[in-house]
């Protein structure tokens, strides 16, 4: 009898240590499943998380470069790059790009928004009145001279007269995006556009020529 008891409690013994290693497999096969996605997820949500911040600094860049040159006094727009209201929108732009890294702002774009298909970003080849300017990441400003395919838009030919038809300028900005984790790539550009019209002028002077 005794020899039999010994026999019933080594089988449940071993029966035992075979349904624990079972399971431990069975957690350890779970977790090598479960484990590489729960790290995708996360990754993704960073990269996904720092991308939006940037896309919506870009986004607030271009409202406040488009606010400062909608409500400009008639003025030139590229004529003098390093003074006049080209560079002004410019700089108000730069001022919201300075959270951003220092090499991530790439170009600036200021137009005349006339209707045409082909006035738009990236290329404007039907924009009759563009200016654009280069990023300085030394010093986190744009520079002062024009990108080469800019047309300067001297005041004289803008129209922003209160009760007639008053022109609307768009502003136009790019930034490289770095990835964080490069899990889904090494980055990407990131646009913002801003369109909006002249603030109404009442003078008697205010007529396009």
Known sequence: MGNGR?????????????????????????????????????????????????????????????????????SDFGVTPATDSGYVTAQAVASVLQSLGSKAPQQLWIYQVNGSASCAPPSFSGCTYKIGYGWDSANKKFFTSLLSGSTAWPAAKQSACAGGTIDQIGVWVTVNHTAVTHMFGTGRALTGKTIMRFEPNVSNTCAAS
């Open 6 to 74: 010994t026999w019933a409690a080594l089988k449940r013994r071993f029966s035992g240590s075979r349904r624990a290693g079972d399971e431990r497999g069975a957690v350890l096969i779970e977790a090598l499943i479960v484990i590489p996605v729960l790290m995708m997820i996360t990754l993704g949500v960073i990269e996904y998380g720092g991308a939006y911040r940037e896309d919506s600094t870009v986004a607030a860049a271009t409202r406040a470069g488009a606010r400062t040159a909608s409500a400009l006094s008639k």
